[in-house]
């Protein structure tokens, strides 16, 4: 039975902290879980919404307000939400060729040619009165796709229902051929506003050889911060509790790779280990 819970005015999305998704191990979360919710993950920014008397707010994770940001996709999210005085939760990302970009192409001041903007949405938080975040996953889910009509920027997230690590593995590997971020894997529980222990995420690991060139240590003293260069092109900086010698190789585990002029960047990367076999 669909219980209502009822408050007096709709989240306050400069302050509501959305749900995260954390690290783990599937098969200890399979066991936990009786059935999960398979996802794509996508990479752009997160991007909470409002619809409200036909018009749209967009706020990110941290409470800003972006709706001034990304005003050229406004109007097809005010048509592709359904019905009034509606939260919603997604990714804002740049599509191009039918595929996803990085979340760095978001923010760029301009779309260039062959790109557009798409919401992806995966989640309901409210309509009008109704605290839907409170609800279990699959009901929330249900009243979701009455409530979005897709259009060229706006989205829903597909999703499949499991309790096989078989087919967790087969989703997978199909989103990841297709050039997308990785899964989330979520359970069938209510939304819980800032927790990151209810949703997982999996990700290919990717990995770039890289020389230490230079090292200071850590303010709090627990490790050194080392300068990554390819080719005597600086990439980054990447902290770790490995004392290494300045000229060593090492493998970089990283998220995305950026291109730049001067060659690339790299986001989120952690030195493994150091390469001795070269």
Known sequence: MLISWRLEKMIDLTTFKPQLVGEGDVNIFLFNN??????P?????RILCHKKN??????????ADWTKRFEIVLPK???????????????????????ILSSNSVLQKNLQQGQRLVYFIFDVLQIGEEMLFKEMQLTRKQSLRLL???????CLIPFTCTNNIVDIQEFYKN???????GIVIKNCKPYYPGDRYNWLKLKPLRTVDLTIISRKERKDSKGWIYTLAEDNKIIGTSSSNLEIDNGSLVEVGYDIKYPRPDGYKLRFPKILRIREDK
């Open 148 to 154: 979005i009509e897709e259009n060229e920027n706006v």
């Open 34 to 39: 009786d059935g999960v919710f398979v996802e």
């Open 175 to 181: 989103v990841v051929s297709k050039g997308m971020e």
């Open 54 to 63: 036909n018009e749209v707010k967009l706020y990110t994770r941290s409470g």
């Open 77 to 99: 999210i005010i048509e592709g939400i359904l019905g009034d005085d509606v939260i919603v939760d997604g990714e804002l990302a740049v599509l191009q060729d039918g595929k």
């Open 41 to 45: 993950k996508v990479d752009g920014i």
